[in-house]
């Protein structure tokens, strides 16, 4: 079972936060919204309980790993890439790529996603040709970024192994429909993963496009569905009571009633700061429309305690801070004594290092809820698959559900077309 708890107890009873009317006033829009996402669900819904895409997922990986791989370089950007990497930070080790043997169960994974050549040759100039694979994603087929990385990679492979062997250690994870890279797939019979057509990229952690590269490094993909799957069934049976979707009510209310348009997502873990971007695409793309949205942010404590907290605690009362915390730290270390005759050394000694992140997630919770400023807490019992794959669906539930509050479509993102259009014109792509 997942173990995931949303606690808005902050938001209501504090200074500058909910009263009881206000959510009572949004009730039957909430039950509106939930009755619609069940009754004609978005294909993000039925991921969890569909096995196809992580048995193929797995099948390909254990290939993968079976053929002595050395390098996986994962090419994608926004919800092609931002998924994977918060499930390889979160549950892989924080050094994984440095780790020999047994103790990296696959291989070195890398992420070209920006366009920034730094980054790019800075992956060719460890990645040991011979054994290297690419998985290149894209849900459109045609993304610029993705596909000048591909090609760059593609160039890389080539020269080393021909093109015969640049084929067989590629694999093309778009949608099986249409767009460019499935052309390319079939002109050179690369190895295709789908990304189901109804599955926006935001929404596509729990399609191959997160499933394979977490199979590659021998996480436990079931289990990640077993968590999402929990999810629903609970939304299925608690409707406009369930957790994920009161916060949809809560968040929006802070916004629109509160005028609290920056929502801050603090996980209180290192492993779970890729989460929050993940999570920060998620919430920007799909509710930033029609001058409506909240601003993501994303944080960690106990990190931006020394950088941002002074900022929550006095500065301008428009946001909401949303802690995430973990109770059982996947390792713990002592704080040996010492300096025990130096007050502000000495009383650390005998705690644990997980005790003191815990103590100060606490204390800025508290902190903050003292001052008057709103916040709410997500608490995972553990890092892991079941608890992640809960929280990825919870929260793209409650973004879904926030979008129709809101009033617009939670599943498109009209407001990058122009940047693109232009970028095509300059770099003469055919037709713009
Ligand atoms: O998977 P694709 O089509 O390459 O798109 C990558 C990203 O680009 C966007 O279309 C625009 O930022 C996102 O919605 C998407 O996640």
Redesign the pocket.
């Known amino acids: 079972m997942a173990e995931v708890t949303f606690d808005y107890e902050n938001l209501q009873g504090v200074e500058g936060g909910l009263e009881d009317g206000d959510l009572d006033g949004v009730r039957p829009r909430l039950k509106e919204a939930v009755d619609g996402l069940l009754g004609d669900p978005p294909g993000f819904m039925r991921l969890p309980k569909t096995r196809e895409y992580a048995e193929s997922s797995v099948s390909l990986a254990e290939e993968i790993r079976g053929s002595g791989a050395t390098d996986f370089v994962h090419v ?5 890439a931002l998924g994977p990497m918060a499930v390889h930070r979160a549950l892989n080790h924080p050094y994984y790529n440095m780790l020999s043997g047994e103790a990296r169960r696959g291989p070195r994974v890398h992420f070209a996603e920006n366009t920034d050549p730094a980054t790019l040759s800075a992956v060719l100039d460890v990645a040991d040709p011979g054994g290297t694979w690419v998985n290149v ?5 045609s ?1 610029a970024e ?1 596909m000048a990385n591909f090609l760059v990679i593609r160039g890389f492979l080539v020269d080393a192994l021909g093109s015969f062997g640049y084929q067989g250690r590629t694999v093309a994870t778009t949608d099986p429909e249409k767009g460019f890279l499935k052309e390319i797939s079939e002109r050179e019979d690369l190895r295709v993963l789908p ?1 189901p057509a109804d599955v ?3 929404f596509s952690v729990l399609t191959p496009v997160g499933l394979l590269p977490a199979a590659v490094t021998g996480l436990d993909v079931g289990a990640m569905l077993a968590g999402a799957a929990q999810c629903v069934d609970e939304v299925q049976e608690q409707g406009p009571e369930h957790q994920a979707v009161v916060g949809a009510a809560m968040h929006y209310l802070m916004d629109t009633q509160r005028g609290r348009n920056v929502r801050v997502m603090m996980p209180y873990a290192d492993s779970l700061e890729r989460l929050a971007a993940w999570f920060v ?1 998620l919430w920007a ?1 799909s509710l930033g429309k029609e001058g409506k949205g909240s601003t993501p942010h994303g944080a960690v404590g106990t990190t931006d305690q020394h950088s941002q907290v002074q900022l929550y605690m006095e500065g301008p009362q428009d946001k909401v801070i949303e802690i995430v915390e973990v109770e059982d730290h996947p390792k713990d270390l002592s704080i040996p004594k010492a300096y025990e005759d130096l007050e502000g050394v000495g009383y650390l000694g005998g705690h644990t290092m997980a005790e003191l992140l815990n103590v100060e997630c606490d204390a800025t919770r508290k902190a903050l809820t003292e001052a008057g400023r709103p916040n709410s807490t997500i608490k995972l019992g553990a890092v892991n698959e079941e608890n992640l794959g809960y929280l990825f669906q919870a929260l793209e539930i409650q973004t879904a559900i926030t979008g129709d509050l809101y009033g617009v479509n939670a599943f498109d ?1 009209p407001g ?1 077309e122009a940047g693109k259009e232009i970028t095509y014109k300059r770099m003469g792509r055919p037709g713009h």
Do not use: D, L, M, Y
């Open positions: 994608g950007i926004g919800g092609s994603v894209t849900k459109s087929g993304t993705t990304i926006g990229g935001r695409q793309e993102q990058v």
